[in-house]
């Protein structure tokens, strides 16, 4: 059984790029149906929220997580990536 505290502690990788995303920060979640809809990660630009809050929270949905492993979280955010670029640009 795995525990949302387990989670917390696994960074998340974009397999797109190899990106490092970050740790996870809340989890979305169905409780009609009882499952995850989605990860959320801090946005970047956020540490603890305290310096430059200029990002908003990402979102990952369930269907974009390819793996779950002891260390890491293998997400497909190949549009995240873009969005990131685009607003940096």
Known sequence: ML???????????????????????DIDIDLEMGKIKALVLPGQGKFWGLFNPRTDDVVIPWDKIRKIGVDVILV??????EATQQRED
């Open 3 to 25: 525990r949302i505290s387990d989670l917390r502690m696994r960074d998340v990788v974009n397999v797109s790029d190899g990106r490092r995303l970050g740790f996870l920060k």
């Open 76 to 81: 497909d955010a190949s549009t995240y990536v």
